[in-house]
């Protein structure tokens, strides 16, 4: 396999492990409280902000780099961490999470499809390995309300 196939089959792999991981333990779970769901919404937010950085340098090192495409993506990570912010404070009023979460797995749906033709380090892949399962675990923890 050459280098950017290879890649795209571990993410797809790695994918494919955390949706299976997160609907099992969706059921497994007792419902979470409105508590429980605001602290990991939170831990989404505070680590989207991580990533957003991470991200930034990754990109900046990237097969894009100097391009348009590179602003678009930087732009696409803001738009992700900001959708995160919107998500929480929402929540945090209404107990509710639509349009919100939504927008949220649009943005993330995105970012995945950017992250599967742009090589990125390590450390950035792992933090957003991280963000994908708590989303997951976030949007099933709602569609069983």
Same mark, same amino acid.
């Given at each position: 396999?050459?280098?950017?196939?290879?890649?795209?089959?571990?993410?797809?792999?790695?994918?494919?492990?955390?949706?299976?991981?997160?609907?099992?333990?969706?059921?497994?779970?007792?419902?979470?409280? *409105?508590? *429980?769901?605001?602290?990991?919404?939170?831990?989404?937010?505070? *680590? $989207?902000?991580?990533?957003?950085?991470?991200?930034?340098?990754?990109?900046?090192? $990237?097969?894009?780099?100097?391009?348009?495409?590179?602003?678009?993506? #930087?732009?696409?990570?803001?738009?992700?961490?900001?959708?995160?912010?919107?998500?929480?404070?929402?929540?945090?009023?209404? #107990?509710?999470?639509?349009?919100?979460?939504?927008?949220?797995? *649009?943005?993330?749906?995105?970012?995945?499809?950017?992250?599967?033709?742009?090589?990125?380090? $390590?450390?950035?892949?792992?933090?957003?390995?991280?963000?994908?399962?708590?989303?997951?675990?976030?949007?099933?923890?709602?569609?069983?309300?």
């Amino acid at each position: 396999m050459n280098r950017i196939s290879r890649s795209t089959f571990i993410r797809a792999a790695v994918a494919l492990l955390l949706s299976l991981t997160s609907f099992s333990s969706a059921g497994a779970q007792a419902r979470l409280s *409105d508590k *429980d769901l605001a602290q990991r919404i939170q831990n989404l937010n505070n *680590d $989207s902000k991580k990533f957003q950085s991470s991200f930034n340098n990754s990109i900046s090192k $990237s097969s894009i780099r100097k391009t348009s495409q590179e602003k678009d993506a #930087k732009k696409l990570a803001d738009n992700f961490t900001k959708s995160t912010k919107s998500l929480l404070d929402y929540f945090k009023k209404t #107990k509710k999470s639509d349009p919100y979460l939504q927008n949220t797995l *649009d943005y993330a749906s995105q970012l995945d499809k950017l992250q599967s033709s742009v090589q990125l380090d $390590s450390t950035t892949a792992s933090q957003w390995t991280r963000i994908r399962t708590q989303l997951n675990d976030i949007a099933n923890a709602f569609h069983a309300r």
